[in-house]
């Protein structure tokens, strides 16, 4: 298994509580907030946890787990019961252009922008995970996770 050093650097400055995110796409502002509060009632929780990089399962689990599912050590998507509401998450291309010591073409790519590359991989690879394709996937995760890797949300329905 593999588990990435800047995983718990990252969780000990909690800088995946928060994250944001604009686009140049937009007419007006979009504000969306997110959270738990205590002692409110509902069926939904949200939870957060850290991706080490674009590959980083253990990390979409931790922030299942965050969210108030109790999960086995090594789940499998049949353990969700259809529980996963929707995964949210912020990617960024490891500016040495490499996976787990792997090179890839992202960031050399001359036809294809390193934003839809990393998007297609971390979104693919988090529906493969949970076996759901609810899931949203933002770019420019600079300096709001490891390099490589970035902050991910999930929310559940605890019935």
């Known amino acids: 298994m593999f588990r990435c050093p800047a995983r718990s650097w990252w969780a000990a400055l909690r800088f995946f509580l928060a994250d944001t995110g604009s686009g140049v796409e937009l007419d007006r502002a979009q504000v969306v907030v997110v959270g738990n509060a205590?002692?409110?009632g509902g069926r939904y929780r949200i939870g957060h946890a850290v991706m080490a990089d674009a590959l980083d399962a253990d990390g979409i689990w931790d922030a299942i787990r965050s969210a108030g599912l109790d999960l086995p050590e090594?789940?499998?998507?049949e353990d969700l019961d259809g529980r996963l509401v929707n995964v949210f998450l912020k990617c960024e291309a490891s500016q040495d252009g490499h996976v787990?010591?792997?090179?890839?073409?992202?960031?050399?790519?001359?036809?294809?922008?390193?934003?839809?590359?990393?998007?297609?991989?971390?979104?693919?690879v988090t529906a493969a995970v949970t076996g759901d394709p609810a899931v949203?996937?933002?770019?420019?995760?600079?300096?709001?996770?490891?390099?490589?890797?970035?902050?991910?949300?999930?929310?559940?329905d605890l019935g």
């Open 38 to 40: 205590a002692g409110v």
């Open 74 to 77: 090594r789940p499998r998507t």
């Open 100 to 124: 787990r010591g792997r090179r890839n073409a992202m960031l050399d790519d001359s036809d294809v922008h390193w934003h839809r590359q990393i998007k297609a991989a971390v979104g693919g």
């Open 136 to 156: 949203f996937v933002s770019v420019s995760a600079a300096h709001q996770g490891p390099d490589g890797g970035g902050p991910v949300a999930a929310i559940v």
